[in-house]
C-alpha cells in the first residue's frame, strides 16, 4: 500500500511517499489505514514530535476496561489486597483510562452510626452496644490488643 501525504515537508513543498510493509497490530489489534493516516497527521502538526498515537491510546484503553475486573466479579481476598496497594500507587485511582468510576460505596458510616443510635435508643440501650456491636475509644492500648490479637499473641 502507498499513500501520498502532503503538508510533510513543508520547506520543499513536495508530497513524500509513504510505503507501508506491515499491517501495525497492539496487542492483537490490527491499526487501519485511518489510524495510519492520522497518526501521520499528528506527525506533521507535531513536527515530528514521538507523542503515542492517538489510535494506540484508543486500543490501550479499550484493552485496560475490557480486560479490568468489573462490579460483581469475585475476587480472593488476597487479590482484593493487592488491588488496594497498587491503587495506592495511581493518580487516578478511582476512575479508570475513559473516567469511569472504578470503586462503589459499600456503607455509609455516618448513616450506619445513625441507624445504630437509633435502634439503640429505641431499645433502651445506653451502653453504645448493639447486638454485640460496640464503638470503642481510640488508644494505644486497644491497637496494641488488636495487633496481637492479629497476629496470634493473644
Wanted: proline share 5%.
Amino acid at each position: 500500500m502507498q499513500m501520498t501525504l502532503r503538508n510533510l515537508n513543508l520547506l520543499h513543498k513536495q508530497p513524500t511517499f509513504v510505503t507501508l510493509v506491515a499491517v501495525p497490530c497492539i496487542l492483537g489489534v490490527n491499526l487501519t489505514d485511518v489510524d495510519l493516516l492520522e497518526f501521520l497527521q499528528q506527525l506533521a502538526e507535531t513536527d515530528g514530535s514521538s507523542t503515542i498515537p492517538p489510535s494506540v491510546h484508543r486500543v490501550l484503553n479499550f484493552k485496560a476496561c475490557r480486560g479490568a475486573i468489573m462490579f460483581g466479579d469475585t475476587l480472593l481476598p488476597s487479590e482484593c489486597s493487592l488491588i488496594v496497594e497498587e491503587l495506592k500507587q495511581t493518580s487516578l485511582c478511582f476512575q479508570c483510562a475513559h473516567g469511569r468510576p472504578t470503586t462503589v460505596p459499600l456503607v455509609n458510616l455516618e448513616a450506619l452510626h445513625k441507624q445504630i443510635a437509633k435502634l439503640g435508643s429505641w431499645s433502651g440501650g445506653s451502653n453504645g452496644s448493639w447486638h454485640g456491636l460496640r464503638r470503642h475509644q481510640l488508644s494505644l492500648e486497644r491497637a496494641s490488643h488488636r495487633l496481637g490479637s492479629a497476629i496470634g499473641d493473644g
